[in-house]
C-alpha cells in the first residue's frame, strides 16, 4: 500500500469495520496514521520487499475495538508454509472488477500456486521473498486486481486461525490466463516485523 502511494501519513486514513465504503455501518471507525514503516530494501522501480507497516494514531481510550465485524488475523511464523493442495486461502479487496471498482468488499477463494508457475512466467522478477497464487483453470479464474494492492491473502490454519501469507503486490492484468498473481510472502519477513514492532 504505502510502498506504491508514498509515506506521507496526511495521505491516508486506516477504516476498520468497513464493508459498504458510500454507506456508514454500525462498526466502522476511522484512524488516523502515525507513520508508515517502509522496508528498506524496497526501491520504487521493482516488486521485490513490497512491504510496509502502518502504526495507527490512537490511546488506551481510542484503539481498535474487535466485535463480530471487527477481528485480528495472525502473523505467520517465519518460515510458516500453508499446505498448498486443500488449502482454505481467500483475498479480500474493493478493487477493479472489470466494470468498476467494488463499492462493496470483495472476498475470492484463491488456490496457493507452486513457485515453478510464477518462476516460468517472471523469470527473475519473482524472488523467494513472494508468493504465487490464482486459479489456472479458465473457468475458475479469479485474481486481485488495481485497487487490492496491500490487501491480505488469509489462509487457514490447523486449528481454526487465520494467518495473513501474503499481501497482494503484482502481476501483469487481472486475471489473465497462465499470470498468477504474486503477493508479498508475509513469513519471510517477521525478523523485521518483530524488530519494528518490537514484539
Known amino acids: 500500500m504505502a510502498t506504491r502511494y508514498g509515506n506521507s501519513t496526511k495521505n491516508y486514513i486506516v477504516r476498520v469495520g468497513d464493508y459498504h465504503t458510500l454507506v ?32 495507527l494514531e490512537g490511546n488506551q481510550e481510542h484503539c481498535i475495538k474487535f466485535n463480530v465485524h471487527v477481528l485480528p488475523v495472525c502473523l505467520p511464523h517465519r518460515r510458516e508454509r500453508i499446505q498448498k493442495r486443500g488449502s482454505n486461502c481467500y483475498i479480500t479487496g474493493w478493487g477493479d472488477t472489470g466494470r468498476a471498482y467494488s463499492k ?37 479464474r ?45 513469513s519471510t519477513f517477521m525478523p523485521w516485523i518483530k524488530r519494528v514492532t518490537k514484539l
Open 24 to 55: 456508514s455501518e454500525e462498526y466502522e471507525e476511522s484512524f488516523e496514521v502515525k507513520r508508515i514503516i517502509i522496508h528498506n530494501g524496497y526501491k520504487p522501480d521493482a516488486n521485490d520487499y513490497d512491504i510496509a507497516l502502518v502504526k
Open 104 to 140: 462493496t468488499l470483495q472476498q475470492a477463494a484463491i488456490p496457493l500456486l507452486p513457485k515453478r508457475h510464477c518462476e516460468e512466467r517472471y523469470k527473475q522478477r519473482f524472488t523467494g521473498r513472494m508468493l504465487c497464487a490464482g486459479n489456472l483453470l479458465d473457468h475458475k
Open 142 to 186: 479469479v485474481d486481485s486486481c488495481q485497487g487490492d494492492s496491500g490487501g491480505p491473502l488469509m489462509c487457514e490454519r490447523a486449528g481454526g486461525h487465520w494467518v495473513v501469507f501474503g499481501v497482494t503486490s503484482w502481476g501483469h492484468g487481472c486475471g489473465v490466463k497462465d499470470t498468477p498473481g504474486v503477493y508479498t510472502k508475509v
